[in-house]
């Protein structure tokens, strides 16, 4: 006992019965106040939770993990007036768009559920499925039912990890970050529409990682867009295979890094370079394509902007093979380009929990940049809009938005139409 | 003997339950804010010494995340931007490398939403 306790002196029975009494009577004493600091699942003390976190909490297997747990504190807790956690995530997005000289047309855009399973701590799943346009019918052109993304992450260490299934091809900023309060305005940026088809997802396979300081990376094989598709107003956007009867035969390839060293500073780059002749055996375009982008926030002000550059080869001899097979001209560029800038403003102080965005968006985008010999540009096709806006968040996940869209282009015959947006997302 | 096996016994369990009270009482000796963002926490890897107590503060500049040590046993949830943080106290008793990881599902990149901490 003395090598315990110097102290120790052995007592006398009556003394010693004494103290183990008073021992006792501590312990107990501290075994009520530990049992009063609730669990995680407990009823939680809104004002100061403070939990004993379950690794300490729960026996002796878990009393020895390398990394100790002693407290948790803070808001982490469900507190009453909290929202209710469904056992699966989404996004919804509802739209009212008026072209100048239109009605105004409500569309239930999109109604995303998000499944994902972990197999263990190495292998886990992830899912959207997507209804667009609240209908769907076989055979008449009304919305979409798809899987937007279904694949199998295989976590090996932090730099090196396998991903496979039908995967967001990764350029630009909204193609994987497309939540709606994730963006402002009521429909997503046209370059990143038109240059950059979202939502774009192939089936593929690649790795992802993250190298360290801030940086990370996705690269993968995935299948090869259809240039049989292609077409002078949206570009390669109509070439994408969405995963149906996709071809990889030629793979294509595409990586983006990004860095994200910097707290609420963003920075990518993309590129992506793979053949599109699949349905066009004679005539084989690589299309590649390269963008940078970012996104930066200081105090109450955002920023984000994107450029995204795109070759079609042999974009000439597969117009005149188009217009040999359907009579039509499809008039595809051997360049197209785009970019915009977005700064945007939060209206009210940080202290109060609501969020009012306004933005302004200027974009410009011509998908007949170059052409190639023996075709002319349609001047109507290049194209540039500033659409102006706010965006009120009540709570972060629900975004009410608004936004004014001043479309011009370069043609003396054709003249764009302006359009308002009202749109209410969420994402639960 | 008996006496004394029970006096020792209660004896160890009240040094041990003063030395738990002790660290939850005790000074971190680094204090590390995390912002969660989808789909990465900056910073994403961190370095410890073995034996620091090591309190986190986790904030989200978007929607809520979760914030989970597997080897810790720890999984706490991260209010959205603007509604507050959380804290989370941990001793590194041991050398090695442990992943931490986004544990509430927060879209397309939610399952590469992880970091690393190293223990020296």
Redesign the interface.
Known sequence: MKLLDPSFTPPAGQILAQRVQELEAKLDALLASRGAASPLAATPDSTAPTSTPPSQASGPAAASPPLQAVSITGDFQTAPDTETRLPVTGYMDFHVNKDSGDAFRPDFHRFVLLFGHSFSSRIKFWSELEVEHALVEGGEESGEIAIEQAYLDFLITPKFNLRAGMLLTPVGIVNERHEPPSFNGVERPFVESVIIPTTWRELGLGLTGDLGRGFRYRTYLTSALDASRFNAESGIAEGKSSGFDANMRNPATVARLEFAGVRRLTLGASLYSGLAGSQTPTVNPRVTIANVDGRYSFRRFDVRALYAHTWISRAGELNRLMRQQTGVNPNVASRMRGYYVEPAVHLLPRRLRHDLIAFSRYERYNTQQKMPDGFLPLAQFNRSSWVTGLTYKPVPDVAVKFDYVFNQNQSAVLRALNGINLGIGWWF | MV??M???T?????YA??A??G??GRKPDRVISI?A????F????ITLKQGD?VEF??T?????HGFR??????????????????????????K?E??FECSR????????M????E?K
């Open positions: 006496v004394l029970k006096l020792l209660v004896t160890l369990l009240g339950l003063l738990a009270q660290d939850g912002a963002e989808r789909f990465a900056n910073p994403s890897k107590l503060v986790l989200s500049d978007d929607t809520d040590i597997p080897s810790a046993g720890i999984d706490l949830a991260i209010p959205p931007q603007s509604r507050g943080e959380a804290r989370v106290r941990f001793i590194a008793k041991e090695g442990f992943a599902p927060c879209g397309a990149g939610h399952n590469l992880r970091g690393i901490i223990v």
